[in-house]
T-cell receptor
Framework: GAVVSQHPSWVICKSGTSVKIECRSLDFQATTMFWYRQFPKQSLMLMATSNEGSKATYEQGVEKDKFLINHASLTLSTLTVTSAHPEDSSFYIC???????????????FGPGTRLTVT | RKEVEQDPGPFNVPEGATVAFNCTYSNSASQSFFWYRQDCRKEPKLLMSVYSSGNEDGRFTAQLNRASQYISLLIRDSKLSDSATYLCVVNGFSSNTGKLIFGQGTTLQVKP
């Protein structure tokens, strides 16, 4: 099946610093990638939809200036958590939609996630 | 009301048992439905898509009732390795955006 990688797998940073997370589709092209956040014992919450070559679409309540998303190529999207605070500590997961997933097919492939801890 | 609702459980069952999970969704325009499995501190993995006619994959059977906006997952002959959280997932809109809405998940613990 399709493979999506994320880097780093975990990161610890100090409050006020910025952290960049990379999401790569390894064996397919993804015009659309999605960024999710999951707090302990809660479900995945979509943060934003990242479209290659255009601005990301953010979900209600997600600050676009705090969570910067760049999708410069068909295989790479990045999420930068700017001025991170302890409440940003969470499990960040990306997913990528196969370019061939059109006509009603919504299958997405998830990366292994990045566990962010802000101290 | 949550867009996708599931009983969080946990469901504690012995090996070999049959267990069923239910899920309801609020957006009648949803077109695609899935069950994902998530192990502790891991990413979700697609278990199966759910089709209107119902579909089966080995010990797993998924059913969809569009009129009631209800989805189910049946696991027969439970194995210890089935212990995980099962996520009910629907696409959020009728357009081809690919946006997925996740339920809270139902936790299953299969005991020896």
């Amino acid at each position: 099946g399709a493979v999506v990688s994320q880097h780093p797998s975990w990161v610890i940073c100090k409050s006020g610093t910025s952290v960049k997370i990379e999401c790569r589709s390894l064996d397919f092209q993804a015009t659309t990638m999605f960024w999710y956040r999951q707090f302990p014992k809660q479900s995945l919450m979509l943060m934003a939809t990242s479209n290659e070559g255009s601005k990301a679409t953010y979900e209600q309540g997600v600050e676009k200036d705090k969570f910067l998303i760049n999708h410069a190529s068909l295989t790479l999207s990045t999420l930068t958590v700017t001025s991170a605070h302890p409440e940003d500590s969470s499990f960040y997961i990306c997913s990528a939609r196969d370019l061939t997933g059109t006509g009603g097919s919504y299958e997405q492939y998830f990366g292994p996630g990045t566990r962010l801890t802000v101290t | 009301r949550k867009e996708v609702e599931q009983d969080p459980g946990p469901f504690n069952v012995p090996e070999g048992a049959t267990v069923a999970f239910n899920c309801t969704y609020s957006n009648s325009a949803s077109q695609s439905f899935f069950w994902y499995r998530q192990d502790c501190r891991k990413e979700p993995k697609l278990l199966m898509s759910v089709y209107s006619s119902g579909n089966e994959d080995g010990r797993f059977t998924a059913q969809l009732n569009r009129a009631s906006q209800y989805i189910s997952l049946l696991i027969r002959d439970s194995k210890l390795s089935d212990s995980a959280t099962y996520l009910c997932v629907v696409n959020g809109f009728s357009s081809n955006t690919g946006k997925l809405i996740f339920g809270q998940g139902t936790t299953l613990q299969v005991k020896p």
